[in-house]
């Protein structure tokens, strides 16, 4: 075996056993160096609404007109369904199971094509995606800058 391959071995065995650390106790920490030779420390807990989700708002301060929202997720399958639902009670799916809270945005929310979706009132949203793999992500978020 060249050194070359125990290296490579070596890397693989590495990567394997960050993977199963990730796996098991969904949390990591990086050492890396960024590309100005700056050290990097990264301690980070993987969750749905961190690792795959995020809702940026194109208008955060206190508005009178409607603005969009840009989502931003990561999918390696791609998106199958995207819906956004917002309740007409705010407590509405609050005390309701995670497949209920689901099965409600599916079949009262709005279709969403592309990356963004309007909204134009104060109130709680949800958004649901659903991956090609089958894999669902659901993120209830506030918009609460409306005058």
């Known amino acids: 075996m060249s050194n070359d391959d125990r290296k490579r071995d070596i890397i693989t065995c590495r990567i394997i056993i960050v993977i199963l650390i990730v796996f098991i106790f969904d949390s990591f920490y990086i050492l890396y160096k960024d590309k100005n030779n700056n050290q990097q420390n990264d301690d980070s807990t993987i969750t749905q609404s961190d690792s795959k989700l995020k809702l940026i708002p194109k208008v955060t301060e206190d508005t009178k007109s409607p603005y969009d929202v840009t989502?931003?997720?990561?999918?390696?399958?791609?998106?199958?369904?995207?819906?956004?639902?917002?309740?007409?009670?705010?407590?509405?799916?609050?005390?309701?199971?995670?497949?209920t809270i689901r099965d409600t945005i599916v079949s009262n929310g709005t279709d969403i094509f592309g990356e963004t979706f309007e909204v134009s009132e104060n109130g709680v949203y949800w958004l649901y995606i659903q991956e090609i793999s089958g894999e669902e992500y659901t993120q209830r978020f506030i918009i609460e800058n409306f005058q």
């Open 71 to 99: 989502i931003q997720f990561y999918s390696e399958s791609g998106i199958a369904i995207k819906k956004l639902y917002k309740p007409e009670k705010s407590n509405e799916l609050d005390t309701a199971d995670l497949k």
